[in-house]
């Protein structure tokens, strides 16, 4: 029915698939005080950085996402970095 | 909202609304609430909450604790339990506040009463010593580990 499938896009590599690494450790609340945890997922800028940079699951994603908010609201990660 | 005949319990698991009530709070039959008495000082059905205060640098030490007294104090007085505090000591704030660039965090664990949260919420607002402040509602499994690091800049 229908289009005539070609095959996967050029370009697109084959995914690895890499548990989350809140997964991987068992983490049922992300901590707005493990500042240190959360630099990981902002890039140097200060921004939260995409699910596709981090591996994070959906779940730990957006946990780390208000995770670092709160932390930004209590200064301890920063809005903006060099300004 | 108690129990409802024509809302049966074993369904509507995606339901926000609590489906009935044990010891006047709310429970969905989607939260395990038996099983987390072990992890809890006494009831089972008591909230957590975790404050965090960024107190003025301009105080010395003695003077921090003399303001977390008083909001312990208050904790106290409004029907909660104030946990020990956890000074992190003198830190550099990630940005300026109020022309600020350190502060003296300090962290703690309640359990509240019923105005407390009100209270404290009002008195930490109107209070010059705290520059920010932040009350969480820690969840059931988390509360009462052993909180991460102190301070690691001594500004």
């Not at chain 1, 095959?7 to 698939?17: F, H, L, N």
């Not at chain 1, 630099?39 to 780390?64: M, N, W």
């Not at chain 2, 300026?96 to 105005?115: L, P």
Request: glycine share 6%; hydrophobic share 35%.
């Amino acid at each position: 029915m229908g289009k005539r499938r070609t095959g996967p896009p050029r370009g697109v590599r084959p995914t690895k698939s890499k548990p989350c690494v809140f997964c991987k450790e068992n983490v049922a609340y992300v901590d707005y005080k493990d500042y240190n945890v959360l630099r990981r997922f902002i890039s140097d800028r200060g921004k939260v950085r995409a699910r596709r940079v981090t591996g994070l699951c959906p779940q730990h994603q957006r946990e780390a996402a208000s995770a670092i908010k709160r932390a930004r609201e209590m200064a301890l990660l920063p809005y903006v970095v060099g300004r | 909202m108690k129990e409802n005949p024509k809302f049966p319990i074993n369904v509507v698991c995606n339901s926000s609304i609590p489906l009935l009530h044990y010891r006047g709070n709310p429970i969905s039959p989607c939260f395990p609430v038996a099983g987390e008495a072990d992890t809890r000082p006494e009831e089972a059905n008591i909230d957590t909450y975790e404050a965090m205060l960024i107190v003025i640098p301009e105080l010395d030490e003695e003077q921090v604790e003399n303001t977390v007294a008083r909001f312990r104090t208050i904790i106290d007085r409004t029907g909660g339990e104030a946990g020990e505090p956890n000074h992190w000591g003198r830190r550099k704030l990630a940005y300026e506040i109020d022309h600020r660039t350190d502060g003296f965090y300090v962290v703690m664990e309640f359990t509240a009463g019923e105005r407390t949260l009100v209270e404290l919420k009002r008195i930490l607002r109107v209070s010059d010593d705290v520059l920010r402040h932040m009350v969480v509602k820690l969840p059931p499994s988390y509360a009462h580990k052993p909180l991460p690091e102190p301070a690691e800049v001594p500004a």
